[in-house]
């Protein structure tokens, strides 16, 4: 058997033409949802264009579907924090371009597959992430990827080498391109990216971030590709 397919799937959700572009997650943390518009207006002028709305922030179910309308196809939005298949469920009948858990939950990465959208389970040790990896996940969200650091990408390669992994947690604009090197698909930033921004912080500053990001993320891609 092909181990890229998960066992009793025809096909694994693909990763986005956005997020392959451009392999930069913003995760999205706010007292409300309906604070995140211009602060997605500012991401996206950096560039930074796949963008992650956590339910660990009030009424994201409810503006999820006027966001996806209003910024697709520049963005896609996908939610975020996920642990049941009610939010799974939610997430997608509201128009979810992708799902995220942080941690493994098989049966929302089957919500997700059964819909072919994709959905990045999140998990630490091995066992968890090829536990989602095998129920079909688009790529496997390494979490909390500070706590292990770049290194851990190598050593899951040996036994896992077709293991598509996104980290995510604690990662900083200028340890994104590690990351890149070391063999990620992408990578997840929240608060090293966004900071004040919805604190009543400069947007200006947020999309000079973004782009800062965008170009050392681009650098780290070819420069892996070279090799």
């Given at each position: 058997?092909?181990?890229?397919?998960?066992?009793?799937?025809?096909?694994?959700?693909?990763?986005?033409?956005i997020l392959t572009a451009n392999p930069v997650v913003a995760v999205m943390r706010a007292h409300h949802a309906r604070e995140?518009?211009?602060?997605?207006?500012?991401?996206?002028?950096?560039?930074?264009?796949?963008?992650?709305?956590?339910?660990?922030?009030?009424?994201?179910?409810?503006?999820?579907?006027?966001?996806?309308?209003?910024?697709?196809?520049?963005?896609?939005?996908?939610?975020?924090?996920?642990?049941?298949?009610?939010?799974?469920?939610?997430?997608?009948?509201?128009?979810?371009?992708?799902?995220?858990?942080?941690?493994?939950?098989?049966?929302?990465?089957?919500?997700?597959?059964?819909?072919?959208?994709?959905?990045?389970?999140?998990?630490?040790?091995?066992?968890?992430?090829?536990?989602?990896?095998?129920?079909?996940?688009?790529?496997?969200?390494?979490?909390p990827a500070s706590a292990v650091g770049t290194g851990y990408i190598g050593q899951l390669r040996g036994p896992f080498p077709?293991?598509?992994?996104?980290?995510?947690?604690?990662?900083?604009?200028?340890?994104?391109?590690?990351?890149?090197?070391?063999?990620?698909?992408?990578?997840?930033?929240?608060?090293?990216?966004?900071?004040?921004?919805?604190?009543?912080?400069?947007?200006?500053?947020?999309?000079?971030?973004?782009?800062?990001?965008?170009?050392?993320?681009?650098?780290?891609?070819?420069?892996?590709?070279?090799?």
């Open positions: 058997m092909n181990s890229t397919q998960p066992a009793g799937n025809p096909q694994r959700p693909a990763v986005s033409a995140y518009a211009p602060v997605i207006e500012a991401l996206i002028r950096g560039g930074v264009r796949s963008i992650e709305l956590t339910l660990s922030t009030q009424g994201v179910f409810e503006e999820l579907p006027r966001l996806t309308e209003r910024f697709g196809p520049d963005a896609e939005i996908g939610v975020g924090t996920i642990t049941t298949v009610d939010q799974a469920r939610q997430a997608l009948d509201g128009g979810a371009d992708y799902l995220v858990t942080p941690a493994m939950v098989t049966a929302v990465v089957s919500a997700a597959v059964e819909r072919d959208i994709p959905v990045f389970p999140g998990g630490l040790t091995p066992t968890e992430l090829l536990t989602g990896w095998n129920a079909g996940a688009t790529a496997v969200k390494l979490f077709e293991m598509r992994i996104v980290p995510s947690g604690g990662i900083g604009i200028d340890d994104a391109p590690a990351w890149i090197a070391a063999g990620a698909l992408a990578v997840s930033l929240g608060g090293p990216l966004l900071r004040d921004a919805f604190a009543g912080g400069n947007l200006t500053d947020l999309t000079a971030r973004a782009s800062k990001l965008s170009q050392l993320v681009a650098d780290a891609v070819e420069a892996r590709a070279a090799k």
